[in-house]
T-cell receptor, first 115, second 116 residues
Framework: AQSVSQHNHHVILSEAASLELGCNYS??????LFWYVQYPGQHLQLLLK??????LVKGIKGFEAEFIKSKFSFNLRKPSVQWSDTAEYFC?????????????FGQGTILTVHP | GAVVSQHPSRVICKSGTSVKIECRSL??????MFWYRQFPKQSLMLMAT?????????EQGVEKDKFLINHASLTLSTLTVTSAHPEDSSFYIC????????????FGDGTRLSIL
């Protein structure tokens, strides 16, 4: 079955540490890839997206993600996290050929950043 | 821009009651709206996809007679949970998208439904 997997359920970092959150999907065709963030008490917000072209995508708030097609991965990175990055992060994928472009979400990763 | 309003944010009601949840795109026209359900400590699970003026497409295992979806205009979709029971208690989230199928979805704040 087509699925999206996020490897870490909960990541705890200190401020200024580097961040990498893993995301893998199981689908061999064309994909559109997204990372969403949900801050406490707020709705899901788009961090960044990949459709085509340069596999290294830069998003808001200093986040970036790299699409590695051979590894079916779209990992999220940030060189230096801040306390305000504390949130839950969701990887989501549109798998080509799916009607209406529906998103399949990963399980989410809770990031806690200590000041 | 791209604001999606979902109402109500919380509902507590008795078993057997029908509950309607509204999802509105405030500053764009949403050709497609999506309804998700999120269980505690789990990811969002798509329930159904609706296009304005068309019948909703339900995901496998989602009862269409239980979860009625109406997408009557380009800015409004409603989800009605009919004859709700305690097992329907969950967090329901809508999203809306304008244009092409690979465009991002914009999410509402969600509705916490508790059935007593």
């Amino acid at each position: 079955a087509q699925s999206v997997s996020q490897h870490n359920h909960h990541v705890i970092l200190s401020e200024a540490a580097s961040l990498e959150l893993g995301c893998n999907y199981s689908y061999g065709g064309t994909v559109n890839l997204f990372w969403y963030v949900q801050y406490p008490g707020q709705h899901l917000q788009l961090l960044l997206k990949y459709f085509s072209g340069d596999p290294l995508v830069k998003g808001i708030k200093g986040f970036e993600a790299e699409f590695i097609k051979s590894k079916f991965s779209f990992n999220l990175r940030k060189p230096s996290v801040q306390w305000s990055d504390t949130a839950e992060y969701f990887c989501a994928v549109i798998m080509g050929g799916t009607s209406y472009g529906k998103l399949t979400f990963g399980q989410g990763t809770i990031l806690t950043v200590h000041p | 821009g791209a604001v999606v309003s979902q109402h109500p944010s919380r509902v507590i009601c008795k078993s057997g009651t029908s509950v309607k949840i509204e999802c509105r795109s405030l500053d764009f026209q949403a050709t497609t709206m999506f309804w998700y359900r999120q269980f505690p400590k789990q990811s969002l699970m798509l329930m159904a996809t609706s296009n304005e003026g068309s019948k909703a497409t339900y995901e496998q295992g989602v009862e269409k007679d239980k979860f009625l979806i109406n997408h009557a205009s380009l800015t409004l979709s409603t989800l009605t949970v009919t004859s709700a029971h305690p097992e329907d208690s969950s967090f329901y989230i809508c999203s809306a998208r304008a244009g092409a199928s690979n465009q991002p979805q914009h999410f509402g704040d969600g509705t916490r439904l508790s059935i007593l």
